[in-house]
């Protein structure tokens, strides 16, 4: 069963030169015949792609790939310049966590918030207070106005309530980062219950051993394009060639290391 699909999917974004043009500068402009349309930069095109339910899936390029902006597309955040997305099951995005918290309200009623967002009902997350503020770490603060939080805790209080119910899909953007290092065991504790379950997960990351050995399938992306998809080991070994040309990949090495190490004690 299909859980997201993307038809033809292109967007396009506008630049900072288009953002500052206004009304009284056009019209001189047209007056005066200077006027042009100011420019638009492509961030994807014509991206096709299905994931079914419960596969794992990595998003691989370089910097400014549109690696990110894909999975805003999926989770609802941008809308498509053309084409179609269209995705089956809740989301829990994992992406730029804390986004769209109020400050002014308190730590309990941004949670409810913040679930609402997310598709669950007010109900539904008012039961839900307790257990994420004690996965949080953040019960004592419970009344407390969100805007006397750091920004490590509100990051923390946002994968809380994005992760305590196990979604039918999970959108991950780049390694996390949340909090200090016992914390960020538990993130990845509670993430690798979901990767062991029927979650759909589409995860973007540099890190080409992670993705090749916990992801089924990988996407190439390259200047807004799919560049290739396939077998997640067979795609990340074409592009970290493409980026090393004929050295030995740190992908090889890794390989041919498990290939004939023994895993000994910490004494050696």
Known sequence: MTAVLLQSVSLWRRT???LSYDLKRTILHVLERRYRRPPRRRVLH?????????????????????????LKLICGILTPTKGHVYVSGRIAPLIELGAGFDADITVADNIVYYGVMLGFSKKEMQGRIDPILDFAELAEYRNEPLKTLS????????FAIATEQRPEILILDEVLSVGDESFKIKCMQ????FWDHSSTIIVVSHDMTFI???CSRAVWLEHGEIVYAGPASQVTQLYLESVYGDQTTPLG??????SDAEVLGTSG
């Open 46 to 70: 014509n991206i096709s792609l299905q994931i079914e339910r419960g596969e794992k899936v990595g998003i691989i390029g370089p910097n400014g790939s549109g690696k990110s902006t894909l």
């Open 16 to 18: 900072q030169e288009e």
């Open 253 to 258: 090495n890794s390989h041919s290391l498990s």
């Open 190 to 193: 509670r993430i690798q219950d």
């Open 151 to 158: 920004s490590g805790m509100v990051t923390r209080l946002g």
């Open 212 to 214: 090749a050995a916990q």
